[in-house]
């Protein structure tokens, strides 16, 4: 597996509390992403990192945010948890897309994922 | 706006017969493609890739795939299925497309399963 640690694994917190999730990597890859995966829905992108403090939106970024003050280091903070946020989240890191003539594939490589439960 | 999407939830195969699961895409430019699997309780696990090159690519355990971009499809093939590829199967796409390429975005997953 590619250096990927995820904290904690599980949670369960209440609703209305703060939750950061942490996402830490030894690959020295420059993008990371943050996932929350459902049935039905597959993978849906929350947020992404380009570069140290250099941050995106996803698909679905409502209620969370994120920062990036280190290369390996990636949290996903939901300010306020709502049982909606429920679900397994995936960090995932990947080489940059652009960097095509290193012959880089570009595919990410994902941790083993946060079950995050909201009561 | 790239999307992937995964017109199958279930796909069941005995084992030993080839099995197919398949991905359209679509995207503004050109894709980067990919097949990922997961089993219970794990992350995703990257299976192959298509970048540019030969439409059919071969990836890990057996697993291949054809790039068609006529169809704008994405299949994944095996020629002989195993009790153990029963897992969920994601397609993801890149678009090469100037700022739409840091996004990879996922289909929303094929359960496979291979009956003995």
């Known amino acids: 597996d590619a250096g990927i640690t995820q904290s904690p694994r599980h949670k369960v917190t209440e609703t209305g509390t703060p939750v950061t999730l942490r996402c830490h990597q030894t690959?020295?890859?420059?993008?990371m992403y943050w996932y929350r995966q459902d049935p039905g829905h597959g993978l849906r992108l929350i947020h992404y990192?380009?570069?140290?403090?250099?941050?995106d939106k996803g698909e679905v970024s409502d209620g969370y945010s994120v920062s990036r003050s280190k290369t390996e280091d990636f949290l996903l903070t939901l300010e306020s948890a709502t049982s909606s946020q429920t679900s397994v989240y995936f960090c995932?890191?990947?080489?940059?897309?652009?960097?095509?003539?290193?012959?880089?594939?570009?595919?990410?490589?994902f941790g083993q994922g946060t079950r995050l439960t909201v009561v | 706006a790239q999307s992937v999407a995964q017109p199958e939830d279930q796909v069941n195969v005995a084992e030993g017969n080839p099995l197919t699961v398949k991905c359209t895409y679509s995207?503004?430019?050109?894709?980067?493609l990919f097949w990922y699997v997961q089993y219970p309780n794990r992350g995703l696990q990257f299976l192959l890739k298509?970048?540019?090159?030969?439409?059919l690519v071969k990836g890990s355990y057996g697993f291949e795939a054809e790039f068609n971009k006529s169809q704008t499809s994405f299949h994944l093939k095996k020629p002989s299925a195993l009790v153990s590829d029963s897992a969920l199967y994601f397609c993801?796409?890149?678009?090469?497309?100037?700022?739409?390429?840091?996004?990879?975005?996922f289909g929303s997953g094929t359960q496979l399963t291979v009956l003995p």
């Open positions: 995932a890191i990947s080489e940059s897309p652009y960097v095509r003539d290193r012959g880089l594939g570009t595919e990410a490589f």
């Open positions: 690959e020295n890859h420059r993008y």
């Open positions: 990192s380009y570069g140290v403090k250099d941050t």
């Open positions: 995207v503004s430019g050109n894709p980067y």
């Open positions: 298509y970048i540019t090159g030969d439409n």
């Open positions: 993801a796409v890149r678009d090469i497309h100037a700022g739409s390429a840091r996004q990879l975005t």
